[in-house]
């Protein structure tokens, strides 16, 4: 797997706003897999300094997918793009919702984090189907 | 390339302090490519103006860089791995040096970004190794 | 204009992802002033020691310029809303971008800030046409 | 109420360290509006998560409190204007030890939120005024 | 001078907004002697992209200097410190002014930050009198 | 107390990586003194908000420990000094793995605040020593 990752074919994509010219849609996905993570661990824990805990981390790497989704949505994404996929709006809209207070924050639901990430996954391949282009 | 990074037996790895038992080296590397985009838009610009705002961001992605991988030696790898692994201390120590002052902090040089990309591939190459054990 | 400003029968609004269910545009348009004014000063100013100060802080308040437009696109506004109003996706799109590199961020120019103010102005009209409904 | 507040003839004021000489206490009292809005749904609301979320936002909004206000203190407010208004010192410190410990962080209590907004009225006030000299 | 900082019978101070009732004027003093050296070191170096460092993080470190000394004087000092030292308003006021724009903030000038590091070492010794009482 | 403190013979010592030159191992210590402030203060309270707080708090200070930590092991320590003291790598993991999640942030527990007070300690004795070379 580790071959595949840094193979010298394929490139990690981020982003900073200089802009750099490299975003990676992985960045709102792995703080995604966290929130999954941490709901799967508040589930199978009854300690309440625990369950508070996960609530404090869980609000933080939400609020990393909703910027990095943020990020892709103004930084990387321009107007013929928003023409080619007319859904792509909306869903950065929906996607970013998920990750917020009527989603993953509002929650400790494993189902909610599953549509965050599936959200996220449709984001992502628009955006690699837009690098090949 | 969508394909195998978000296929279903592909897990995206990350780390949050619960924890949540998501970690990824990814998530340096990602900031080190865009450190060696940054430098590299540099070179190609003479506008002081904006090589003054290619220092800035290249400050904030560096110290990006040694938080992940100080999150990753400190919360990830266990006294088991640094025993199996000697030389990880000194390759974390390394890395994060290379990310600070006397690295790509202190120069907008392609070879040092390089470096640093190769220090954080040596780590990942020992993390997907411990993964699979 | 203080009366006005604090008279009781005028809520001052804002934002929390609690939601807390108070937002305002405001928040946005006092950092895109801030931007206007460090222009200024950076042009009647040839000290490179101001002008690297200018870059920095102008930086940070078009992050937060970004920021604060992405809460409200993300947090207050819904569904039906951008059924109402077609153009907001394209309004919140154009004005994130003009906080961005392609925008004040990439540049110390005047006009892109008034530029940047007149997109927050449209939004907030909008925004204050959805509350009184 | 759009109209007034985005008026040409109105500005909203805000801050940077430049200095912008852009400044505005309405970004303290919006972050105190916030912090009520948060007292009020927590209230209304049983659930043991909810009220964790709201006490971790509470305590970030009047963190931002603190902050804007000793901002003004400390970047607006210059030796004139103590003599002026030989209250101002007590003011500010009492504004900010109720947005503290002893105020709104170590409460959920909507009249301790009053007197924090009415103390950053009275700074207003004192503000405004100081802006029409 | 370890053994004297770390003896037992020396309490080290610090501060959070709890409170947890530690505090400590050392966390001001820390950060204006990194200020100092930044500018001593900005003073040996022509490489303007050094400068460009320099002056990015003595802005960091300056803003941090505000902090420390902005909850001291929030959150320490109460209401019969303030009578029993009349000066403590002025002095925490123009503390918190020579780390901002019109001092360190705005100079690269090692007198200024002389002048820092005198007005905490003042408040210090107003501290550490409190403390013996 | 603070004349030892504060006397001209004797340096306070900071960070930041220019580098400043300037390092203090007292930044982790002051931190962890809060956190156990911090335990023994939600000790004494039943009340479950501000249990929260603490937890909170706690988080943050612990953060803290952790990068103040890091810092000193990447930007202070260099190779002849892990040549002399072989044991300064296993100290550094095992003092930031006491301020995460198997250490004070994981639990309200004196002892385990005791440990990484004492695990600070000793970082700090070596710090010095090195600083008399």
Redesign the interface.
């Known amino acids: 797997?580790?071959r595949?990752?840094?193979a010298p074919t394929?490139?990690?994509?981020?982003?900073?706003?200089?802009?750099?010219?490299?975003y990676?849609p992985?960045?709102a996905?792995?703080?995604a897999?966290?929130?999954k993570?941490?709901i799967s661990?508040a589930a199978d824990n009854d300690d309440?300094?625990?369950?508070?805990?996960?609530?404090?981390?869980k609000?933080?790497?939400a609020?990393l997918v909703?910027h990095h989704l943020?990020v892709l949505?103004?930084?990387y994404?321009k107007a013929p793009h928003?023409e080619k996929y007319p859904q792509l709006?909306?869903l950065f809209?929906e996607a970013?919702?998920l990750a917020?207070?009527s989603g993953v924050?509002?929650a400790?639901d494993a189902d909610v984090a599953d549509q965050l990430l599936a959200k996220i996954?449709e984001i992502?391949?628009i955006?690699?189907?837009t690098k090949k282009g």
């Open positions: 797997m580790f595949k990752l840094f394929i490139e990690v994509q981020a982003h900073c706003d200089l802009p750099c010219g490299v990676d992985a960045q996905r792995i703080e897999e966290s929130i993570g941490i661990k309440p300094d625990f369950r508070t805990r996960a609530i404090i981390i609000e933080q790497r609020e909703k943020w949505w103004t930084d994404f928003f709006h909306t809209n970013t919702k917020g207070a924050k509002g400790l996954d992502a391949e955006f690699w189907e």
